[in-house]
């Protein structure tokens, strides 16, 4: 199983970016994917997650409004839009995966076996 995790780069504040997780050896359309965080100093936080069952995607608070996930499934991809970035947005972004996530615990880390390697997002104010 790997997720290979990709888009990030440098961008000033107000500006978008678009990170994508493509998946290989899982089918990530039967699977709980989450976007997860972490800032220079900081620990991992949750960003955002799609539960297996279907449903609505849920978001951190810091990011509601201004970041959208959504899947692909003909691609085994999983995109993390994102507008109106702040230099508080700045980290290592990583697409996680598991199958034993529970609804409960969906935005807590420690719940997903399959993490990509994360991608560098920088926001210049």
């Known amino acids: 199983v790997q997720l290979q995790a990709s888009g990030g780069g440098l961008v000033q504040a107000g500006g978008s970016l678009r990170l994508s997780c493509v998946a290989s050896?899982?089918?990530?359309?039967?699977?709980?994917v989450g976007w997860f965080r972490r800032a220079p100093g900081k620990e991992r936080e949750f960003v955002a997650r799609?539960?297996?069952?279907?449903?609505?995607?849920l978001y951190a608070d810091s990011v509601k409004g201004r970041f959208t996930i959504s899947r692909d499934s003909a691609k085994n991809t999983v995109s993390l839009q994102m507008n109106s970035l702040t230099p508080e947005d700045t980290a290592v972004y990583y697409c996680?995966?598991?199958?034993?996530?529970?609804?409960?615990?969906?935005?807590?880390?420690?719940?997903?076996?399959?993490w990509g390697q994360g991608t560098q997002v920088t926001v210049s104010s």
């Open positions: 799609f539960f297996r069952s279907g449903g609505n995607a």
């Open positions: 996680a995966t598991s199958s034993r996530v529970i609804l409960s615990s969906s935005s807590d880390g420690r719940s997903y076996d399959y």
């Open positions: 050896g899982i089918t990530l359309s039967r699977l709980t």
